[in-house]
């Protein structure tokens, strides 16, 4: 006998089921792909929802400052004026 194997043609059912292996393979790779590329986007996506949660806060930490601030400038303005114009004022 020969060491040789036999070469045989696979049966038309077989090779309908590698046919199908394949298809599911290829379909399986493609949605892991797009799977990888959705996690990725989120991933940028929260970090950049994070940032604006940050700037936000900072902002709604600056708001009662920068407005007392304001108030404070307008009070000091007007005790300024008020100043000035009872010592341009003769008094009797």
Not at 70 to 89: D, H, K, P, W
Request: hydrophobic share 50%.
């Amino acid at each position: 006998m020969s060491d040789t194997p036999i070469q045989r043609k696979p049966s038309p059912k077989l090779d309908c089921a590698l046919a199908a292996h394949e298809r599911r393979a290829r379909l399986i790779a493609q949605l892991r792909e797009q799977a990888v590329a959705t996690a990725s986007d989120l991933a940028t996506q929260r970090k950049a929802i994070t940032a604006v949660t940050i700037k936000d806060g900072l902002r709604r930490k600056a708001e009662p400052w920068l407005g007392a601030s304001i108030f404070l400038l307008a009070l000091g303005g007007i005790v300024a004026v008020g100043c000035l114009l009872s010592a341009a004022v003769p008094w009797r």
